[in-house]
């Protein structure tokens, strides 16, 4: 085979696979920004704001994140990673103890029997026991809507890290598309300063 078809054929290849990383950085580019404006535009509605630094508790000015974003709007994955495990995170082991919205199930199931009991029996606990039933199902109330933004917070911000690996890709698939468009041009070039009639592995005179 002759030296200018096989550099003919190598740039023709290299032509395609840099078409193709190109086609691939635009598609993950596209990705990249879907997920970044979905996300800004789902976190925006829900007008959350972080609290101002003034207005920050000794415990919550520890998180670096809630102090450079004190008095911002939440509106990207990473702020929403800060106020969920932050904020949030830390104010639902604040109610309960460090018990979970879980935890709380069997206590107040137990309690609800208690005050069954004492109702159909006429106790005088049922007083203090309808209050501890009270605060267990409030408690257990608050920590339910605590965990449910907390986790709805962090989907987001996952969708978001997925955002930020296409454009990582993309990045890339650009770069050595560009890389190899080069290499391209430059077998093209090779091949047509080379003569026709020297074969592969034959030295050029």
Do not use: W
């Amino acid at each position: 085979m002759q030296r200018r078809t096989l550099d003919i054929l190598f740039s023709i290849g290299g032509m395609a696979l840099a078409a193709l990383l190109l086609v691939l950085g635009i598609v993950k580019t596209s990705n990249a920004n879907f997920a970044k404006n979905y996300v800004k535009d789902q976190l925006s509605e829900q007008n959350i704001s972080f609290t101002p630094v003034d207005f920050l508790k000794p415990e919550e000015k520890k998180a670096v994140c809630l102090v450079e974003n004190g008095g911002k709007p939440l509106t990207t994955g990473k702020q929403a990673e800060c106020y969920a495990n932050e904020y949030i995170g830390l104010h639902v082991t604040e109610v309960a103890d460090g018990k979970t919205y879980a935890d709380l199930g069997t206590p107040q199931r137990e309690l609800q029997a208690k005050v069954e009991e004492a109702t159909a029996a006429g106790s005088a606990e049922l007083p203090a026991l309808q209050a501890d039933l009270a605060a267990i199902t409030g408690q257990r109330d608050t920590l339910f809507k605590g965990e449910t933004l907390r986790g709805l917070l962090l989907t987001s911000y996952g969708f978001s890290v997925f955002g930020d690996k296409g454009a990582q890709v993309a990045t890339v698939s650009y770069i050595v598309a560009a890389l190899l468009f080069l290499l391209s041009i430059a077998g093209f070039a090779h091949a047509f300063r080379t003569s026709k009639e020297v074969a592969v592995g034959e030295p050029q005179k």
